[in-house]
């Protein structure tokens, strides 16, 4: 009887994952290179490499579900050519032998039209660089024989969140009363997905067959510009009015004529500069899950950061 969930990768979704499976009982096998995970007494951390098809295999033995996290070793296009694709049909392979649904965690990076509200039917044909890569692992995914259930999320925040456009160069900075410079505008409205509701919703596609095969939005709030973000960061920390402002795009790109890593990220200056919005409306029925208020995840948001000192 498959009754192991599996989890590659302990980032701050495949931790939170991992803790909410073993919250509700369930036994957790989590796969990292360096043997990483939550200390739970249900939670079974193993070393291995999820590009070693063996030790997929291996790990994968017993397993119902498998939650792939595991993002690529550095934020770039080449990174992510070289190594996700194929690692994902290794994880495909392996899930399939064992008879197990893989459930992804996903982006908006494949959707075409993303001058309008994103939904679950829009378009995710985008082409070239990173984008055009989550495009291919999508329509790797639709063509596998192995089940999977795809979560698209908007960009992260929330307990464990480091490198996102509202981790570690923003909540710690505005708690400190620091200026703060982000991407493109403060004032343009954006979709942010907390964590834990991602995790939540992956879990319960994960359990619900008739949700597999497609693609679901996590449950997401109401676009917030990044100002009303940090706002919303300070607020929770009894903290003054977070100073922020933006870095404008011929800027970035000047910058990027001399930096790799600032070419990376003015590629995805598209989703900073306009309204950025996607629409988890749907989603929220068939998964029968709502988001967690904004005040209530920036609370939790907050505290986290501050165990970090």
């Not at 070239?128 to 698209?152: I, Q, Y």
């Not at 343009?188 to 597999?212: C, E, G, K, N, R």
């Not at 409306?281 to 950061?305: H, I, K, M, N």
Request: glycine residues 10%; aromatic residues 8%.
């Amino acid at each position: 009887m498959n009754d192991v969930y599996v989890v590659t990768g302990a980032g701050p979704v495949g931790w939170t994952v991992a803790e909410q499976l073993a919250e509700q009982g369930k036994k957790v096998r989590i796969l990292t290179r360096s043997g990483n995970g939550p200390e739970h007494p249900l939670v079974e951390r193993v070393k291995a490499d999820a590009q070693d098809a063996a030790q997929l295999r291996d790990a994968f033995s017993g397993a119902a579900a498998v939650f792939h996290c595991i993002h690529g070793s550095s934020y770039t296009a080449d990174a992510w050519q070289a190594e996700l694709p194929a690692a994902e049909q290794k994880v495909l392979a392996a899930a399939g032998e064992a008879g197990a649904v893989v459930v992804f965690p996903e982006s908006l990076y494949s959707y075409s039209e993303p001058g309008r509200p994103m939904t679950e039917a829009g378009p995710r044909t985008a082409q070239g660089g990173k984008r055009g890569v989550r495009t291919t692992l999508l329509e790797a995914r639709d063509a596998s024989p192995t089940d999977t259930v795809s979560l698209v999320a908007g960009d992260f925040f929330g307990p464990r969140v480091r490198t996102s456009h509202a981790g570690e160069r923003v909540v710690p900075a505005v708690l400190a009363g620091k200026k703060v410079w982000v991407i493109g505008s403060a004032d343009q409205p954006h979709s942010f997905t907390y964590v834990p509701d991602l995790a939540a919703a992956m879990i319960h596609a994960a359990q619900t067959p008739s949700l597999w095969n497609r693609v679901w939005h996590a449950p997401t709030g109401p676009a917030v510009t990044q100002r009303q973000l940090a706002t919303a960061f300070t607020e929770a920390g009894g903290v003054a009015a977070p100073k922020l402002a933006g870095i404008p795009g011929w800027a970035l790109r000047a910058i990027g004529v001399f930096s790799k890593d600032f070419r990376e990220l003015a590629e995805m200056l598209y989703q900073f500069a306009e309204p950025f919005v996607m629409d988890s409306a749907a989603s929220q029925a068939a998964l029968g899950l709502r988001p967690t208020p904004l005040p209530e995840a920036a609370a939790a948001t907050v505290a986290w950061w501050r165990t970090q000192g």
